[in-house]
């Protein structure tokens, strides 16, 4: 007999990735071993289960890497740090992720010596470029296979084949479909295949549940989130505090429109609330203690880091050069910020910082100076008007 070929396959547990674990082990006779990467949102007990259905299927060894901690300070971080929300709309949520996972996923395929990696992508989506675009980069001697995209299956002949071979679990697709990460939680159905409806409130993972307004103090320390009302931990469980704080009043639901890397629009609700929140409070603080120029350098760059990461160039160098001028930018983001919490939204009421630029002692804007004079102003205001004098004078007759 022919010695098993070692094959690392992503598997989320869902049915593109059984159909996977099957096909590639029975019809083509792989050695499958099955990884997951939890980015958080996957409970102790939901882990479990993915473990349990993957033996049933038949996988040789499955394994779940918890990458939460990794994910925050390779990818969200950065994200904060720049405030990124891409079209001024999506703080990532999913495409950040997918990034994390793949280099997990090629990591351990390299760890336990596989020849052949496989992902359950289909070939109309962005995660087949981000992880094809990862496992060629960091790994080009391990072959990568994609059975739902290389045969063109529907999700009946998906279940179809399950069922052929003893699997006949309720494959029922949910009208809504649900990613959940540390970074926020992603929901698509009909309404977000069309230009024109919106989700329904119970599309959504979080319902109304508080209408009372509630403060919450967030401390920022060089740009990362240290406390949550006072209450210190590492900033990756400060997300998921600032979560379950917010959720239940519902906040932080949007509809992200944009273009999938494969040049089609594409449209998906999300609720983000503990991202959102994190990246406007962190914000509000960079305006009060950051100079203009820092403030006017950090928003294109975030702007390239974000579209760069969504289109899966995460590995290319440049990242790391803006990742390097980002995290310089914030050597005085510290202090607090101040929120209120309401049903569906929330206000930034402001901050409390030893690095606030809206020092009294050097003049309150509107109000009064105290470092110039009234000619030493005129003055001013004549040199800096000059170049637009002299362009309106010059070409007066146009």
Known sequence: MNTPKKLVLAYSGGLDTSYCAIHLAKDKHFEVHAVSVNTGGFS???????????????????????????????VVKYLIFGNVLKNNTYPLSVSAERIVQAIEIIEYAKSVNATYIAHGSTGAGNDQVRFDMIFQTLAPEIEIITPIRDQKLTREKEIQYLKMNGIDWSWKKAKYSINKGLWGTSVGGDETLTSHKTLPEEAYPSQLQKQEEEKVQLTFLKGELVAVNGKQNVPEINIEILNKLTSSFAIGRDIHVGDTIVGIKGRVGFEAAAAIICIKAHHLLEKHVLTKWQLQHKEYLASFYGMHLHEGQYLDPVMRDIESYLQSSQETVSGNVFITLKPYHFTLDGIASKHDLMNAKFGSYGEMNSNWTADEAKGFIKIVGNQNKIYQQVNSNL
């Not at 939901?46 to 300070?73: C, D, L, P, Q, R």
């Open 44 to 74: 102790e007990e939901e882990i479990k289960k993915i473990e349990e259905n993957a033996y049933k299927i038949g996988v040789s060894t499955y394994k779940n890497i918890n990458a939460v901690s990794t994910y925050y300070k390779k």
